[in-house]
């Protein structure tokens, strides 16, 4: 409602220059305070960031109507987009904190539809405004202005949702890791910024996913470009028919958002985001082929699904993926990237369709039109092809890390509190005693000497104050320890160790229930065991209330956390288990225990044989190391 009325105000004040010269000043901020806007998302507090830029927002939006020049106008516009570009960062790092790695790809579609859904809402609210303002105009004296300026009334409501906002916000408790000091100067600003450009451009998931999005919005922008011409001319769509076929791709892309969590489940995130850009380049490429309107609305939903598919997707995977330090930045990047490829598209194709021009082939069963639109069309198709094949890079570099050593099994049990586990690994030892194998047992915490007292010190109910750092760093202590002293000459004499937790378990403790970042807590256990992994990871899962039902002694420091916590353990565990599935199998363990032995047993007869002929293979999927800050 803001950018009609701005719009409005806009053309009143000096005419289509007008609007042209705000439009601009809209887009310009995104390329000097977008990058910046992640640098300050990373490092002050996001909540406070978002409550002063939408008070700030709401108060200048107020305003406008009070200053009637064009400069102000302006002025304001470039205002309001900058700090806009820095609630939107913050917005996107702090979901993760709200919303189990389950639910994430829901809040991500529906985020999305709030905000492009609001649009067609957004002209019936502002008309209906405007003549209400021209109503109260004329009605109540005080307010006479309005009825020369009636869209004042919608700027006026404009601002207060805004302020409805930041009360909304400001009632929300936001975690941030990132609160570091608040004072910036500009060395820092540049050190930040740097350290997050080396991230994305090093990260070997991110990079290509940012290449798939550059790309992908190149290809729209010609789509918004190119449009109008090729409805008109190819498919006699009319005068209309742009908008009835953007009408389908939106509904398409809701379509698309609404299923995304949906598609989740039946496939790998990252497969299912780079596989849904190339259906879109895919799509694109038949839409252009099209020469009448009819042939081309399924198209242009198919285009949209795929379009609504992707993006939500695409906004998961980085907030999964990337630790929450560089959340912000990475998003900023991502909506720099995004601004380039629309206006690299909007500008770069109307030229191709100039200099390739209308021609027809005969081919010997009939000629083939190839109108500009249409061929270029097809170029972007294969633009965003190339953008969806760019990102399936990113497929490759998940760990597969199973770096074998001697001729042993490394087996471990995860699971949250009260799954089971104990009961199930004994049963399993058993069994794998009663068929000859060597075994040994062992746990984490506490898997050695040295290890127990680390435990005594992780699990005392009287360390509440230890920060989350300082326990990643002791589960990761007790873990080099447990590594060399005891699993690895395990291996080497071909035993099969068995033990009750291991890395996953901080993974999922330290680095998705105390937010400390999969990758992050990767990178410290990896060093921390020089890369020993499991063979295999049961991960027994079952509801943190039936846990809660099974459970029975006094509770330890961790297990005193809020079911909150637990519940995003359970989470963490789910998703750990869909990022390496090469290592981890989930049993359902909510059956009965015999129900459950019988299932660990059939997997783990399933996979030992793959383990055991599995190559050294040692390539992981992680970003190089940052630079020291
Ligand atoms: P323990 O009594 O062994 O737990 P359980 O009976 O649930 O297996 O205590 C281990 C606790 O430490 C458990 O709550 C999980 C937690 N933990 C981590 O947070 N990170 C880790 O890396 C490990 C190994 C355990």
Redesign the pocket.
């Known amino acids: 409602m803001g950018v009609i009325a701005i719009a409005v105000v806009a053309n009143q004040l000096g005419g289509v220059t007008a609007v042209g010269t705000v439009m601009i000043a809209r887009v310009l901020p995104g390329f000097i305070v977008g990058p910046l806007a992640g640098v300050f998302a990373d490092r002050w507090d996001r909540k406070r960031l978002m409550v002063s830029a939408d008070i700030a927002r709401g108060l200048i939006i107020f305003s406008i109507p009070f200053v009637p020049t064009l400069l102000y106008l302006l002025i304001a516009s470039v205002v309001l987009e900058s700090l806009t570009l820095i609630w939107g960062p913050a917005k996107d790092a702090s979901l993760p904190h709200f919303v189990g790695a389950r639910r994430l790809a829901h809040a991500n579609s529906l985020s999305l539809i709030a905000i492009y859904g609001a649009w067609p809402l957004a002209s019936i609210a502002y008309s209906a405004l405007s003549t209400f303002g021209s109503f109260i105009g004329g009605a109540v004296p005080v307010l006479e202005g309005l009825r020369s300026e009636p869209e004042a009334m919608a700027l006026w409501v404009d601002s207060f949702s805004f302020l409805f906002s930041a009360a909304m916000i400001f009632s929300l408790s936001i975690r941030t890791s990132t609160t570091k000091t608040a004072r910036l100067d500009l060395s820092q600003i540049r050190r930040d910024l740097l350290e997050g450009l080396t991230f994305v451009r090093d990260h070997r998931q991110v990079r290509p996913w940012m290449l798939g999005i550059a790309m992908t919005f190149t290809a729209a922008g010609a789509v918004f470009s190119l449009g109008v011409e090729f409805v008109q001319a190819v498919l006699n769509g009319g005068p209309r028919g742009f908008s009835f076929l953007i009408g389908f791709l939106a509904t398409g892309m809701i379509i698309g958002l609404l299923s995304v969590g949906l598609l989740a489940r039946l496939m790998q995130r990252d497969v299912l985001f780079s596989s849904s850009i190339l259906l879109l380049g895919a799509g694109l490429i038949g839409l252009a082929g099209m020469s009448g309107l009819g042939a081309a609305i399924p198209i242009a939903s198919a285009l949209g699904f795929f379009g609504g598919v992707g993006y939500s997707t695409g906004y998961t995977l980085m907030q999964e993926r990337t630790p929450d330090e560089f959340r912000g930045r990475t998003f900023s990047a991502a909506y720099t990237i995004i601004r380039i490829g629309i206006l690299l598209g909007l500008g770069v194709f109307p030229l191709i369709a100039g200099l390739l021009g209308d021609h027809a082939l005969d081919l010997p069963w009939g000629a083939l039109d190839l109108p500009r639109t249409r061929t270029t069309l097809w170029a972007a198709g294969l633009v965003a092809i190339g953008g969806g094949i760019m990102s399936m890079r990113a497929i490759g570099e998940r760990p597969p890390v199973l770096r074998r050593r001697g001729p042993g099994l490394f087996v471990v049990f995860e699971g949250g509190?009260g799954a089971g586990?104990?009961t199930q690994m004994e049963a399993f030892v058993d069994w794998l005693r009663a068929r000859g194998d060597e075994v040994v047992t062992t746990?984490?915490?506490g898997g050695t000497r040295i290890g127990r007292r680390i435990r005594d010190i992780?699990?005392d109910p009287e360390s509440a104050e230890m920060v989350p750092r300082g326990e990643a760093l002791l589960?990761a202590a007790d873990r080099a320890q447990h590594a060399e002293e005891f699993i690895k000459p395990a291996l080497d004499e071909g035993r099969v160790v068995v033990s009750?937790?291991?890395l996953d378990?901080?993974l999922a403790?330290?680095g998705v229930g105390r937010d400390l970042g999969v990758q992050e807590i990767l990178d410290i256990s990896e060093w921390a065991t020089q890369g020993l992994y499991p063979d295999i990871v049961f991960f027994l899962n079952v509801s943190p209330s039936t846990a809660r039902v099974r459970h029975e002694r006094e509770p330890?420091r961790?297990?005193r956390e809020r079911d909150e916590f637990h519940e995003r353990i359970a989470d963490g565990y789910m998703e750990l288990s869909r990022q390496f599935p090469e290592r981890i199998v989930v049993i359902d363990a909510s059956r009965s225990p015999q129900e459950v032995h019988e299932e660990i047993r059939q997997a783990f007869e399933d996979r030992a044989d793959q383990a055991l002929a599995a190559p050294v293979d040692i390539t992981s999927g992680r970003p190089k190391r940052r630079p020291p800050r």
């Open positions: 509190e586990k104990t746990r984490e915490p992780l699990l589960y009750d937790r291991y378990s901080s403790y330290q330890d961790i297990e």
